[in-house]
């Protein structure tokens, strides 16, 4: 083969030329943009330990993974006097003698001596290293081939990466592209695109990156051996949910663990919705019950319980309450009391985060106001408003282009320009005691600018339009809500109802519950789309969709897994058991007891569920892991277990002072006249919801003939022993 079309064959190789596969004619000039600067990318030298991390290396910066192609192009042909490029000579160019350790260069070799993309940077500074031209075809989307693809262990199979041009032409742009693996043990991917499975059934999202842009291809490894199709059939289907949850389990081979007994349903029920055990009395109610919707009237009279709203507002004070010492007790507790209101009231969603992204008004008066108290910068607030609300984390896009994600400098700016005219008349913040009243307005003028062009950016949304009224008097955050809330934002829906079913279910559809993004995706899309989708229009009524998710038979699963859903983490064909959270857990120790608690600045036999700030002193809350006071919120919660858990339950003083408590539970029943079998029972109902089987009712009645042993201590001893069972402590 002659040189000049050996190069020709190369370079098309390499994805350079815009035309496709057995396409005609000479090949197209090489520009930066859509030839160099992937290559850059492909290699690795613009990513963050290389010459992409915020100082550079070695005196030579890039922009990261090349969001910024025009400063990427400046740095290559005119810094350091354009000494990186020799348009006389390219192969004597220092980018290509140190990519190809032909100098020292601390990455080690990048480019392979005369490979295609070697070729491609050597006939692009030969050609005079241009930029792409502004007329050129931009980059409108990019696919991948196969979307989906089942395989057996050990199979493997090559990606196709197409991008697809604002012109209406495609390019196979497989070798410039980057790939990852969402579960990498379970299914791998190589450089060059192709997909290997493990030895093990799993499934896991092959995401291609290709300028900025991704796209994503689906891969299961089914379970070995065949589910008759009468098993699936004969599963009860009770709504949408287990309809899409079903069609995930045939693609991967799983089967679900039977039916959760009445008692397991009716401690889960309970714990979920309003954040307490129930009571013996309830319990043996529930449990003699014999008619066929006991469960769902069960879910509804809890909806209406007053507990309900102090269970779920506290989960929102993880995510909005600020430091009292910041921003002022009486405004924190202010914020407190309304968003408990909001719940009480079952505010419909959209409604509850309008009032936060608009708030105005005093500190004292408008419990909202307080987060802009907080957050004084609109740099400071947008990113916990799309991460919150929308599920986008922006924080990484404030200094450069998100590098999981298509989101770039330019739009964090544009959507923290929403915040610019938040006015604040007051004293303003003087930690630690910052008890002065501030008042939230919208000021008449306000700016945010670029900080690499300083150009003044106008409020704009991360997608879509949000119109911003020309008029000093309207807040911009009003357009903002506006979007926001808008049934065509699929993100708001998403995001809620993900986190929703997160607490429920034990793991999101998406994980963690707040990072939507395509290289983060769902583990089963349609049934989070289905669930965004009937959120949005019931109106964004929050018990709807908690009764929803609670009425499907997915969530009334047992825990015990089966031979076919053992290794399963993401589909739910088992209940996932959670730790409990630390104010349900004390106030569940308070409750089997009897003994309540007394927490500072608050009154007298208070709740955990119901405290204000986690300033208030309580060594139990901070051992099961309520918030770092100290940390900035948005705030989510592990359910990590510790050692140290473990040994306070059964040696922390504040356990045996309620165990021991003359005034408590122990003590009545060890006065009391029931029998052994009838404290035992007491015992298992207040712990778990539940009578115990005759073998746990053998050993626990051995207690009380101990020879010797006190009728009390006896009681202690089965109190403390039900306490500090993994039964206890989980949400089964």
């Not at 931009?138 to 199979?155: D, H, Q």
């Not at 419909?348 to 307080?370: C, H, K, N, W």
């Not at 400071?380 to 922006?394: C, K, M, T, Y």
Request: charged residues 25%; contains cysteine.
């Amino acid at each position: 083969m002659r040189p000049a079309i050996l190069g020709l064959v190369m370079i098309v190789g390499a994805g350079c030329p815009a035309r496709e596969a057995g396409a005609a004619g000479p090949a197209a000039p090489v520009t930066f943009e859509r030839h160099v600067e992937p290559i850059l990318t492909r290699a690795g030298c613009n990513s963050g330990p290389c010459h992409g991390k915020a100082s550079g290396q070695n005196g030579f910066k890039l922009s990261l993974q090349g969001f910024d192609p025009a400063f990427d192009h400046v740095a290559l042909t005119r810094e350091a006097g354009g000494r990186r490029i020799l348009r006389s000579t390219p192969e004597g160019s220092l980018l290509l003698r140190k990519a190809t350790a032909e100098l020292p260069h601390g990455g080690g070799r990048r480019l392979e001596p005369g490979g295609p993309f070697y070729e491609t940077i050597r006939r692009w500074i030969a050609e005079g290293s241009p930029r792409t031209p502004p007329e050129a075809p931009k980059l409108a989307r990019i696919g991948v081939e196969p979307g989906e693809r089942a395989l057996k262990p050990g199979e493997s199979f090559d990606l196709r990466v197409i991008a697809r041009y604002s012109d209406g032409s495609a390019e196979d742009v497989t070798r410039l592209a980057t790939f990852a693996s969402s579960e990498a043990t379970a299914v791998a991917v190589e450089p060059g695109g192709r997909v290997r499975a493990g030895k093990l059934a799993g499934e896991a999202t092959i995401s291609a990156r290709y300028e900025g842009l991704f796209a994503n291809c689906d891969v299961a490894i089914p379970l070995a051996g065949e589910v008759p199709a009468a098993e699936y059939e004969a599963f009860p289907r009770s709504n949408f949910i287990d309809d899409l949850v079903l069609a995930k389990w045939k693609k991967l081979g799983l089967t679900p663990s039977a039916l959760a007994g009445d008692a397991t349903f009716l401690r889960r029920a309970h714990l979920d919705v309003i954040g307490r055990l129930p009571t013996p009395d309830e319990a043996r109610a529930f449990l003699s019950d014999p008619s066929p919707d006991r469960r769902a009237r069960l879910v509804d009279g809890l909806l209406e319980r007053p507990e309900y709203a102090d269970h779920w507002a506290t989960k929102w004070m993880d995510l909005l309450r600020p430091n009292p010492y910041r921003v002022g007790i009486k405004a924190v507790f202010n914020l407190d009391g309304w968003i408990r209101d909001a719940f009480r009231k079952n505010l419909p969603y959209d409604e509850f985060v309008r009032r936060i992204v608009t708030a105005q008004g005093s500190s004292f008066e408008q419990g909202p106001g307080t987060i802009f108290r907080d957050r004084r910068e609109p740099i400071e607030i947008a990113p916990v408003v799309s991460q919150l609300f929308l599920g986008i984390r922006l924080e990484c896009a404030k200094c450069h282009h998100h590098p999981f994600e298509s989101w770039g400098q330019e739009q964090f700016y544009e959507f923290a320009a929403f915040f610019t005219r938040v006015g604040r008349k007051g004293t303003g913040l003087s930690p630690p005691i910052s008890g002065s009243e501030e008042i939230v307005f919208t000021a008449k003028s306000g700016e945010i600018r670029h900080p690499l062009t300083n150009a003044v950016l106008p409020p704009k949304p991360l997608f879509g339009e949000a119109k911003v009224p020309d008029d000093p008097e309207a807040d911009p955050r009003e357009a903002l809500a506006r979007w926001m809330t808008a049934p065509g934002n699929r993100y708001f829906a998403r995001v809620m109802a993900n986190r929703v079913w997160g607490d429920l279910m034990g793991v999101g559809i998406v994980d963690p519950v707040d990072d939507i993004r395509a290289t983060n995706p769902p583990s089963n899309g349609p049934l989070l789309d289905a669930l965004a989708d009937d959120f949005r229009d019931h109106g964004y009524d929050l018990k709807h969709l908690i009764r929803t998710i609670m009425a499907s038979t997915v969530y009334r699963l047992s825990s015990e897994p089966n031979a076919r859903n053992v290794a399963d983490l993401r589909n739910y064909s088992r209940h996932y058991r959670q730790r409990l959270r630390a104010e349900t857990l004390l106030d569940a120790v308070a409750d089997v007891t009897g003994v309540p608690d007394s927490f500072a600045a608050s009154p007298p036999r208070s709740r955990a569920t119901a405290t204000w700030t986690n300033r208030i002193p309580s060594l139990f809350l901070d051992t099961f892991g309520r918030p770092d006071p100290n940390q900035d919120p948005p705030c989510e919660r592990t359910s990590d277990t510790a050692v140290v858990q473990a040994l306070h339950l059964m040696n922390a003083p504040g356990v045996h002072e309620k165990l021991t408590s003359d005034e408590g539970r122990v003590a009545a029943l060890a006065k009391g006249k029931a029998t052994p079998r009838e404290v035992v029972e007491e015992a298992y109902l207040l712990a778990y919801g539940r009578r115990p089987d005759k073998e746990e009712a053998d050993i626990a009645e051995g207690l009380f003939r101990e020879p010797g042993k006190p009728r009390r201590a006896a009681v202690e001893d089965l109190f403390w022993a039900l306490m500090n069972s993994p039964e206890f402590v989980f949400k089964d």
